[in-house]
T-cell receptor, first 112, second 113 residues
């Protein structure tokens, strides 16, 4: 079945460091890909998405590119801030089906 | 505008007891979803309501779980009797249409002792 695999956490970085959180997927067909974020005490929020190969989603300085050849959707940010500390979830779904398939989440902590 | 709200935020019960979780979607959102994250693993889909009807309940783990959405507004998820493996965070989400963005609540943490 369809699945999403994220890099194991937790991840701890210093402020202004470069961030990469790896995400790969297994799916039949061509899904849409998402990154969700859960800040402390809040619900899951959509961070960015891409709906087809080579699309780049971006938001709040974060970027991820839909790579069909490597079935990946890695999350990157050039300079992280303390306020980026959160749990990040990679997910996929198919057009017309809102049933999201999530990865296991990666907890990110940014130290000042 | 209020977001998706869930109650309680945390519930601690003993094995064999019953717990009912509640979700109030964003007003006007016909689509309501339940998801669950167990033991820090991936978040898994449980079911999807369109108004008061169950559109897809393929993710419900077993018959100890009962979800309702009477009147097509708020939804409840009852676990009876609860088992240790039911511990986790239960997320609710709503959306105005089947292809729209999902808006999630903060989740209800369930601990079964």
């Amino acid at each position: 079945g369809d699945s999403v695999t994220q890099m194991e956490g937790p991840v701890t970085l210093s402020e202004e460091a470069f961030l990469t959180i790896n995400c790969t997927y297994t799916a039949t067909g061509y899904p849409s890909l998402f990154w969700y974020v859960q800040y402390p005490g809040e619900g899951l929020q959509l961070l960015l998405k891409a709906t087809k190969a080579d699309d780049k989603g971006s938001n709040k300085g974060f970027e991820a590119t839909y790579r069909k050849e490597t079935t990946s959707f890695h999350l990157e940010k050039g300079s992280v801030q303390v306020s980026d500390s959160a749990v990040y979830f990679c997910a996929l779904n198919f057009q017309g089906a809102q049933k999201l398939v999530f990865g296991q989440g990666t907890r990110l902590t940014i130290n000042p | 505008e209020a977001g998706v709200t869930q109650f309680p935020s945390h519930s601690v019960i003993e094995k064999g007891q019953t717990v009912t979780l509640r979700c109030d979607p964003i007003s006007g959102h016909d689509n309501l979803y339940w998801y669950r994250r167990v033991m820090g693993k991936e978040i898994k889909f449980l079911l999807h309501f369109v108004k008061e009807s169950k559109q897809d309940e393929s993710g419900m783990p077993n018959n100890r779980f009962l979800a309702e959405r009477t009147g097509g507004t708020y939804s409840t998820l009852k676990v009876q009797p609860a088992e240790l493996e039911d511990s986790g965070v239960y997320f609710c989400a709503s959306s105005p249409d089947p292809n729209g963005e999902l808006f999630f609540g903060e989740g209800s943490r369930l601990t079964v002792l």
